[in-house]
C-alpha cells in the first residue's frame, strides 16, 4: 500500500470491554512496530514483529495486552478488560528491516478512549 | 537500555529565526538517532538520521544535526524558520547491535513560530 494503515482511527470504549486495533504495513516492510503514546508525550514502545514472530515484546505493560502477526503482514493489538489509563494513541510503524538501519514509516494512530 | 532526554518541552521563536532544539542521549553502547516531527494532526515522519560518517546530518525542510558523542548530543538546529515549521519534534535512538533494534523516544518539543 501507499503507507501504513490504522483502523479504526478512533476507538471509544467501555471500561473492561475487549478491543482490537488492526495495523496494515506497506507491503513487502518485514518489520513491524507497536507504539503508544499518551498526551504530551513521546512514542512509548510495545512490541516489535520481524515477520510472524514479536522479536521484542518487553513494553507491552502487562498481560492485559497482545498482539499477533499471523501472516507477516497485518497485526493485531489486542487490549483485553481496558482500563482509563489505556487511553492513548496507539501508532504502528513498518520498515524493510530494523528501524536502526532504515526508515520507519509510522501510520496515522488509533485513539483510544476509555470512558 | 538508551535513553533519551529532551531538555526543552516547548519551544517559542519568531519567525525567520534560528532555532535549535536539544536531545541528549545515554547509552552504553554506539547507536542511531533520528529526529522525527510530527505535524498537527499528522503521523510520525523521519526529519533525519545519523547511522556513520559525517557527525553533521542535513535532513528535509532545511533541518539539520550534529551528532557530539563527547556530548552524549544530538541538537537540531534549523537556520530560519517558518510558520509551516510549527510542529512536534521527537528525538531517538537505538543501538547499533542489531538489525532489529526498537527506535527509544524522547518525549519531544513542541516548537511553536510567532509571526
Known amino acids: 500500500g501507499a503507507g501504513v494503515s490504522q483502523t479504526p482511527s478512533n476507538k471509544v470504549t467501555e471500561k473492561g470491554k475487549y478491543v482490537e486495533l488492526r495495523c496494515d504495513p506497506i507491503?513487502?516492510?518485514?518489520?513491524l512496530y507497536w507504539y503508544r503514546q499518551s498526551l504530551g508525550q513521546g512514542p512509548e514502545f510495545l512490541i516489535y514483529?520481524?515477520?510472524?514472530?514479536?522479536?521484542?515484546d518487553s513494553g507491552l505493560p502487562n498481560d492485559r495486552f497482545f498482539a499477533v502477526r499471523p501472516e507477516g503482514s497485518v497485526s493485531t493489538l489486542k487490549i483485553q478488560r481496558t482500563e482509563r489509563g489505556d487511553s492513548a494513541v496507539y501508532l504502528c510503524?513498518?520498515?524493510?528491516?530494523?528501524?536502526?538501519?532504515?526508515?520507519?514509516?509510522f501510520g496515522q494512530g488509533t485513539r483510544l478512549t476509555v470512558v | 537500555a538508551q535513553s533519551v532526554t529532551q531538555l526543552d518541552s516547548q519551544v517559542p521563536v519568531f519567525e525567520e529565526a534560528p532555532v535549535e532544539l536539544r536531545c541528549n542521549y545515554s547509552?552504553?553502547?554506539?547507536?542511531?538517532l533520528f529526529w522525527y516531527v510530527q505535524y498537527p494532526n499528522q503521523g510520525l515522519q523521519l526529519l533525519l538520521k545519523?547511522?556513520?560518517?559525517?557527525?553533521l546530518v542535513k535532513g528535509i525542510n532545511g533541518f539539520e544535526a550534529e551528532f557530539n558523542k563527547s556530548q552524549t548530543s544530538f541538537h537540531l538546529r534549523k537556520p530560519s524558520v517558518h510558520i509551516s515549521d510549527t510542529a512536534e519534534y521527537f528525538c531517538?535512538?537505538?543501538?547499533?547491535?542489531?538489525?532489529?533494534?526498537?527506535?527509544?523516544f524522547g518525549s519531544g518539543t513542541r516548537l511553536s513560530i510567532r509571526p
Open positions: 510503524a513498518s520498515s524493510l528491516m530494523g528501524q536502526g538501519v532504515t526508515e520507519a514509516f
Open positions: 507491503s513487502g516492510h518485514t518489520a
Open positions: 514483529f520481524q515477520g510472524t514472530g514479536a522479536a521484542d
Open positions: 547509552s552504553s553502547v554506539s547507536v542511531y
Open positions: 545519523y547511522l556513520s560518517g559525517s557527525t
Open positions: 531517538a535512538v537505538s543501538d547499533t547491535y542489531s538489525s532489529a533494534s526498537k527506535i527509544i
